[in-house]
Structures are given as structure tokens and as C-alpha cells.
């Protein structure tokens, strides 16, 4: 089967540093990425690893690592609006994406 | 705004009646994906069209759901005899089809069955 663990909730303070760990067992793997989504809005794209290593966009930079099946999403310097829902999502041979159930951040003054 | 339009955006419907959802993807974009959320949850794939074949439906699609993308551009997804176990939020999105697949949301479509 196919499946994605994340952590349900996660609570940091603003300017902090949070990690969200996804791992994954998937038959087929293109590549992992990762999705906010807000309260009552659609999911956005955040970031995509296909290799190894470290992807860094802005505040937020996403690791992989395909021989442990394992990636996080690293978000620094936190603000109250990334307080969300992030989800990892595999790609297969197929294209369509496979999610996690998502980690819920709270993000505290 | 993604680009990705979705009429309606809320529906409230009778156990047993039909509804009908409408999918505008990005004009340039020749992937399509239809996904259902529950609370709590990730995105569920249900089917995705690739220009207008639909290439791969979920195998946790009943016989009551159907989809399609006459013209290669915006798709509709039916749901036949409604269940209440069919309220969700259903959302689309649509990609280049580059190797990336980066993945455009719309603002879905939320399902009450009453």
C-alpha cells in the first residue's frame, strides 16, 4: 500500500524555527512536496524535491532523502500567518499526488 | 488566486439527488486532477484527465461518481444519487505537466448532503 505519516499538530512561537518530518511507503516516487493550506481555503504549493538534499524558497527550505523514504519542511522565522495545515504529498508514476493527513501549526505570539 | 475557478462553491443537497460540479483549470494547462478533502484531512485523488482522456480514477470511486472533460479545457464532476457520506470539499486542480507537477488549486467546492 501506499501511505504518508506526518505529525497531527505541531505549536511554536513567532521567529522560531519548525520542522515537519513526512515519511513515506509508496510504490513508485517521483518526487515529494509539500502544501499549505489554510482554514476554508484551497492547498498552495510550497516547495518540490525530486533529489536529495535541501530546496530553500525564502523563510522555507524542504529536505529529502530517498533512501529513507524521508523529508521535512523547515519554516524559520515564523509569523502568526503561517499558522496552517502542511501537507507532504508524494508524486508516482502515475503523476497524481498522494497526501499526508497533514500537520496543523500553531503558530503563538 | 491560482487561476483555478470551481462553480459552485457550496452546494447543500436531498439524499439521493444528482449534483453537478464545474472545474476551470489554468488555460494552458493540460493535466487536470479531481480531489475530495474531509475534515482533518489530506486531498483524496479521485480522477485525472490528461487533455480530455481520463487517464486513472480511483478505485475508491463508486460507480455514482463520473467526470469529464469534453474539450480538453474545464471539467465537470457528477455525483448520481447523492449519500450523505459524499459531504465533502471537492477540489480541482490543474498542472503543466512539466516534470515538476506543480499542482494549482482551485477553491473547491463544499458538499453538504442532507
Known amino acids: 500500500g501506499q501511505s504518508l505519516e506526518q505529525p497531527s499538530e505541531v505549536t511554536a512561537v513567532e521567529g522560531a524555527i519548525v520542522q515537519i518530518n513526512c515519511t513515506y511507503q509508496t510504490s513508485g516516487f517521483y518526487g515529494l512536496s509539500w502544501y499549505q493550506q489554510h482554514d476554508g481555503g484551497a492547498p498552495t504549493f510550497l516547495s518540490y524535491?525530486?533529489?536529495?538534499g535541501l530546496e530553500e524558497t525564502g523563510r522555507f527550505s524542504s529536505f529529502l532523502s530517498r533512501s529513507d523514504s524521508y523529508g521535512y519542511l523547515l519554516l524559520q522565522e515564523l509569523q502568526m500567518k503561517d499558522s496552517a495545515s502542511y501537507f507532504c504529498a508524494v508524486t508516482s508514476g502515475t503523476y497524481k499526488y498522494i497526501f499526508g493527513t497533514g500537520t496543523r501549526l500553531k503558530v503563538l505570539a | 488566486d491560482t487561476g483555478v475557478s470551481q462553480d459552485p462553491r457550496h452546494k447543500i443537497t436531498k439524499r439521493g439527488q444528482n449534483v453537478t460540479f464545474r472545474c476551470d483549470p489554468i488555460s494552458e494547462h493540460n493535466r487536470l486532477y479531481w480531489y475530495r478533502q474531509t475534515l482533518g484531512q489530506g486531498p483524496e485523488f479521485l480522477t485525472y484527465f490528461q487533455n480530455e482522456a481520463q487517464l486513472e480514477k480511483s478505485r475508491l470511486l463508486s460507480d455514482r461518481f463520473s467526470a469529464e472533460r469534453p474539450k480538453g479545457s474545464f471539467s465537470t464532476l457528477e455525483i448520481q444519487r447523492t449519500e450523505q457520506g459524499d459531504s465533502a470539499m471537492y477540489l480541482c486542480a490543474s498542472s503543466l505537466g512539466d516534470a515538476q507537477e506543480t499542482q494549482y488549486f482551485g477553491p473547491g467546492t463544499r458538499l453538504l448532503v442532507l
Open positions: 524535491n525530486a533529489l536529495d
